[in-house]
């Protein structure tokens, strides 16, 4: 029995490396490369999908205030009252909720990196003049370590 399994197997195989390989089933177009091909973190993909929902809701804000100016005296009965503004609201969201959309917002937090660099360093550097306030405000040594206190021993 062995002998007869070990015979079928060898000669699948031997048959197989003699057969011309499977040609691949047909290509699927692949899709167009990315506009831009840099990989973000994590925090950096929140932040371009943010600036891609401010835009969206900026393109459809007359229907998202009329949805919440409906919705504002209701409580559980908002979904049946509003049904028609949400409606139209969702509709233009869809309208504008696309792949350009969010490449578009890709290209924008990428041409603003330089300007959110700046703010940053700007703000530390606000931050040391602070500091430097403050402990002349509250006369404090620069040099002294957490836990002791004014000048001289216990």
């Not at 840099?38 to 459809?60: D, F, G, I, M, W």
């Not at 620069?142 to 836990?147: A, H, I, T």
Request: hydrophobic fraction near 30%.
């Amino acid at each position: 029995m062995f002998m007869q399994e070990f015979c079928v197997n060898y000669h699948d195989m031997a048959m197989a490396m003699t057969l011309p390989p499977k040609e691949p089933p047909t290509a699927r177009p692949s899709p167009l490369p990315s506009r831009n091909p840099l990989p973000l973190s994590s925090s950096q993909e929140a932040q371009v999908k943010e600036l891609y929902h401010k835009r969206v809701r900026t393109k459809c804000a007359d229907e998202v205030r009329d949805f919440a100016s409906c919705c504002s005296s209701r409580t559980f009965t908002a979904t049946i009252m509003c049904r028609g503004q949400q409606k139209a609201m969702n509709t233009c969201m869809k309208q504008y909720a696309t792949q350009d959309e969010q490449d578009s917002a890709r290209e924008e937090w990428f041409a603003t990196m330089d300007k959110r660099r700046e703010e940053r360093e700007q703000k530390e550097a606000k931050k040391k003049i602070d500091e430097v306030f403050w402990r002349e405000w509250w006369a404090k040594d620069p040099n002294e370590k957490p836990g002791q206190t004014g000048k001289g021993g216990p």
